[in-house]
């Protein structure tokens, strides 16, 4: 498979790997790899991480490995295992054979630590948590030497095996690296290396330890052990990266990956951290990570979203060093752009109302061809059937329209697509005075739609035949939050409090085309003159369910175009 990559020119990280490849360093090896930490979906900012790692990879037709850094017991478990290997092949990345664990290093990480023991480069510290807060200082204050930092090399080296053998409880004793207690980067005041859990089973290694490495250790470490070249990450790791190169530099290990940093993805109206997005699926205000209104991959993908529209996104963002918010806007725009050119044109009425065409002669049918995709010639014509009695859209009837309204009203003539002209001759009327069927004529000299005599229309309507409609449920979805930075919140106000109330609704008594009756789920549609519509994963033939993606009206092109102003 290939990818198309847009760049114009390269960005800093892949212009540093080809100065690297053409100075010839890494034995003219490149190994990129995506490190997810196994609690949680991926959501859109893991994407351009992906896109990243991968597609340089790509380019370079070198490896990229996927890395699960599974070293906190507490929170990761298989089934995010699965759904994360699950979203990056959908994406259309592939890591082969080159697929691994930081837990398979966790024999080998505990050899590392010991020989950082024995080179008197880290201690184990009896300080409590606190404690070690409290001497750990302040961005201005110098912080202060533990009393256990002086501890021999044979005392760190016994106790190290015995908080291992689990003689110790939680909270009790930590590894610590033996820095620099004044360091100006807090990250240096002798970071803790390994910690003691007890109470969790590990996905994949059960109680086998009761002892864990921290991120930075086992980070850079693993990078090593693989052979990773270019360690690519985001922003907030930079001041982690004196700690990266320490740890290397201080033991014997096989290699020196260069960290290198890039900023991450945010985006308007939506929270991109694991930890809140799981705050969101437990506390049921959707309904899980592949909820359509979620920025998590497989929400994205339900909702209706392509892969292409996603890789085309984080190309369009590109790879900066400074941290920014994209409007939500661009990942809708690159979402049309793919689906106009690949969508399958249908038509379907959201909130219908019944349209009976008094001279259409009754029993008669004519099939009415229809063009599937006027962007791809290739995708041919179907045909749609006519008859007396149809749908349209209730708000395309105003009984007593306003000036600008050029839609269907009493006595007044639209174009119903594919097929006629049609004039409403009268609007009936149920007990409460609500419309509730259109008696209207047409002019059988307009099939096609247009009249012989040249005289026009102002507006021309989508349509479904009664006879053969497909009954369906139609989700409309809005954004999750109602204000562009949920996370903004003054004092203890919650994110959740900024979500949108009104970001999902249901409309139950649609009426589609008879093609749409053997929609499979994941098929995407262009709903005439409605938007972009995704049928359900829940979705069976004898209950439709589609998902609005993404409306017609693109509000990128207009900010594109305001901006070049
Ligand atoms: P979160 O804050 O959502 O929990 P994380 O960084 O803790 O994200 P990881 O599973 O550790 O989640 O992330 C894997 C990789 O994806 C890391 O290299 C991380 O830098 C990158 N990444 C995470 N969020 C973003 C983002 N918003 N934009 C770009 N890259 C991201
Ligand atoms: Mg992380």
């Not at 820095?179 to 086998?208: C, F, N, Q, W």
């Not at 740890?247 to 809140?276: G, W």
């Not at 008879?514 to 929609?519: E, G, M, Q, R």
Request: proline share 5%; hydrophobic share 35%.
């Amino acid at each position: 498979m290939s990818i198309e990559k847009t760049h114009e020119s390269l960005d800093f990280i892949r212009a540093k790997v080809a100065e690297d490849l053409k100075a010839g360093k890494n034995d003219g090896r490149v190994v990129t790899r995506f490190p997810p930490e196994p609690n949680g979906f991926l959501h859109i900012g893991h994407a351009k991480s992906i896109c990243l790692n991968f597609g340089i990879a790509q380019e370079n037709d070198a490896p990229c490995h996927l890395r699960f850094d599974d070293t906190n017991p507490c929170k990761e478990e298989d089934k995010y295992v699965e759904a994360i290997q699950e979203d990056i092949k959908w994406l259309g990345f592939d890591w082969k054979d080159d697929l691994f664990y930081a837990s398979d290093y966790f024999e080998k990480l505990y050899q590392y630590a010991v020989e950082l023991i024995a080179k008197g480069k880290a201690y184990v510290d009896s300080l409590s948590p606190d404690e070690i807060r409290q001497y750990r200082g302040t961005l201005t204050e110098p912080g202060k030497e533990s009393p256990h930092r002086g501890r021999s090399v044979e005392e760190n080296l016994d106790l190290f095996t015995r908080m291992k053998n689990g003689e110790f409880e939680e909270g009790d004793c930590v590894l610590r690296a033996k820095i620099d207690m004044a360091s100006p980067h807090i990250v240096m005041r002798d970071p803790a290396l390994y910690r003691i859990i007890k109470r969790a089973e590990h996905h994949r290694t059960g109680d086998k330890w009761c002892i864990y490495p921290m991120y930075d250790f086992a980070h850079c470490l693993s990078d090593s052990i693989e052979g990773i070249t270019h360690s690519l990450c985001t922003l907030e790791f930079a001041n982690h990266r004196p700690l990266y190169d320490w740890i290397l530099d201080a033991l014997d290990v096989p290699c020196h990956p260069r960290q290198t940093e890039f900023a991450r993805l945010n985006l308007n109206y939506t929270i991109m951290s694991k930890r809140k997005l799981l705050q969101l699926v437990e506390e049921n205000h959707i309904q899980g990570w592949d909820d359509p209104r979620m920025p998590t991959i497989s929400g994205l993908r339900r909702r209706g979203y392509t892969p292409e529209a996603i890789r085309h996104f984080c190309d369009k963002i590109g790879i900066a060093k400074v941290e920014g918010t994209v409007d939500v806007a661009l990942l809708e725009h690159c979402l049309r752009e793919d689906l106009n050119r690949r969508a399958q044109r249908v038509m379907a009425v959201l909130r219908p109302i019944k349209v009976v065409i008094e001279n259409y002669p009754e029993g008669q049918v004519e099939e009415m061809d229809c063009i599937n995709n006027p962007e791809d010639p290739g995708a041919g014509t179907r045909k749609v059937p006519f008859s007396r009695t149809l749908y349209i859209e209730r708000d395309d009837f105003m009984e007593d329209p306003p000036k600008k309204f050029f839609r269907l009203a009493p006595g007044r003539e639209v174009r119903l697509r594919y097929a006629y002209f049609i004039k409403c001759e009268e609007a009936i009327k149920n007990g409460q005075g609500e419309v509730v069927e259109l008696r209207c004529t047409y002019d059988p000299e307009t099939r096609g739609g247009n009249a012989p005599d040249g005289r026009k229309v102002k507006a021309t309507l989508h349509w479904v035949p009664a006879d053969g409609a497909v009954d369906a449920e139609v989700r409309l979805y809005d954004r999750l939050f109602t204000v562009e930075n949920p996370l903004s919140g003054k004092g203890k106000e919650d994110f959740t409090a900024h979500i949108n109330l009104h970001s999902m609704e249901a409309l139950t008594s649609c009426k589609m085309e008879p093609s749409l009756a053997d929609a499979d789920p994941g098929n995407s549609y262009q709903f005439e003159r409605l938007g972009y519509f995704c049928a359900d994963k829940d979705s069976t033939a004898g209950h439709l369910i589609f998902n609005r993606a993404v409306s017609l009206r693109d509000q990128w092109a207009k900010i594109e175009k305001t901006q070049k102003k």
